[in-house]
């Protein structure tokens, strides 16, 4: 593996890849391949046994994939990386290793949607119980941490309603507690936010998002502070199935390439957007981490790198006004997902967040009205006249 610099344009340019050995190909090679030959019995034996590392079988491992775990973990500064099929099955691997029957986790409240569901309705029948709180208030965290709890879960900024929680101070109450702080960053991306420097002990990634950004694949990535960590995620994911298909672990990586590029170009243009939608009559607020108006301003400030591409916004009319904007723009695509290229429009209580019912949306702040906006790399002044077309017609 060829280390990168530590600077991160660099990085995800370079970070895990080298020329191929075989004929020099500078992209890495794609080994679309299930199985590995052995030499003869003795080597065969010695991969299943650990004498021997080299690949046996792509669910155990792909040198392809390999390449996208080392590139992912040297970004966020980890030890080890695990790719995943999807940004759910790093999230159902972190659970499935770390919570059993009768042990308990905290999360974040208003968390992504099915991640809180998982944990809810599926895990529940396993004997996991779990508490969801508002994150970014510490002594709500505290208070929910009792002898059984095992993790506590953390998305920030969250989905949708960008709240900030403070990775240092959760990281704190989980050493004292002995216990895992896991933090999904899909949302900053590591370019923005690096939460294992900030004390997590395992960071996660929906890569369909912001890593990828090309709205083309469904990837996740789990990264350790420590190797034991990604050791025994491992083991369950083996057995588990989640695994990445080599030919989507290329894309991943060919995506990563520009992901820095593409978060500072959609940052700036969310910057602008968010402090002039903040002054349109029809808007009720605005949150966005770079507003002074957010109430986590100084907190994202000292957190993250830069307030990234994310908006939510209330209308002022609710449901109604929503679903006017959602039909009437044309630039911005109407669709779920983030961190895309293209600009991405949605209504969290209608699509994303639905499955929640509407108590735990209420409880988690996701109101009825909530716009949730991706902003991607188009030019600023066409994103920002198809926003405002579709708002004069409310
Ligand atoms: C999309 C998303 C996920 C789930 O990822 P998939 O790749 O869709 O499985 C998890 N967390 C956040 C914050 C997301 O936006």
Not at 176 to 187: M, S, W
């Amino acid at each position: 593996m060829k280390h990168a610099s530590a600077n991160l344009d660099t990085a995800c340019i370079h970070a895990g890849q080298a020329p191929d050995k075989l004929f020099g190909g500078v992209s890495v090679p794609i080994f679309q391949s299930s199985t590995f030959a052995f030499e003869d019995a003795d080597q065969g034996a010695a991969r299943f046994s650990g004498k021997d590392n080299g690949y046996k079988y792509t669910r155990i491992g792909n040198p392809t994939t390999a390449a996208l775990e080392c590139c992912i973990a040297e970004l966020e500064g980890g030890a080890a990386g695990l790719a995943t099929a999807t940004g759910m099955a790093a999230i159902s691997t972190v659970f499935m290793t770390f919570l059993g029957a009768g042990q308990h986790a905290v999360s974040t409240g208003s968390v992504y949607g099915p991640t809180r569901t998982l944990l809810e309705n599926e895990l529940s029948r396993f004997g996991v119980e779990s508490t969801f709180v508002d994150t970014a208030d510490l002594d709500s965290v505290k208070n929910a941490v009792k002898s059984n709890t095992k993790l506590i879960y953390v998305e920030t900024p969250a989905n949708p309603t960008l709240a900030i929680t403070d990775i240092a101070a959760i990281a704190e109450i989980a050493k004292k507690a002995g216990i895992l702080l896991v933090v999904d960053n899909t949302f900053c991306s590591p370019i923005l936010q690096k939460p294992l420097a900030l004390g997590a002990d395992i960071v996660l990634h929906s890569m369909t998002k912001f890593i990828n950004g090309h709205s083309d694949v469904v990837a996740g990535m789990l990264v350790t502070k420590d190797a034991g960590l990604r050791k025994r995620m491992h083991q369950v994911l083996c057995q588990v199935g989640g695994t990445i298909d080599p030919h989507q672990a290329w894309l991943v990586l060919r995506g990563v390439k520009t992901l820095s590029l593409r978060v500072k170009a959609a940052q700036a243009s969310a910057m602008r957007l968010a402090e002039e939608l903040e002054k349109h009559p029809k808007i009720e607020w605005v949150k966005y981490p770079g507003l002074k108006s957010h109430p986590q301003y100084e907190l994202a400030k000292k957190q993250m790198a830069g307030p990234g591409a994310m908006i939510s916004f209330e209308l002022k009319g609710g449901v109604k006004a929503g679903k006017t904007v959602m039909d009437s723009v044309g630039l911005s695509t109407l669709a779920v997902s983030l961190g895309g290229i293209e600009s991405l429009i949605q209504h969290p209580a209608s699509m994303t967040h639905a499955s929640m019912g509407p108590e735990s949306r209420a409880q988690a702040g996701i109101s009825d009205g909530l716009v949730r906006f991706s902003v991607g790399c188009e030019d600023y002044e066409d994103i920002k006249a198809d926003l405002w077309q579709a708002l004069d017609k409310i």
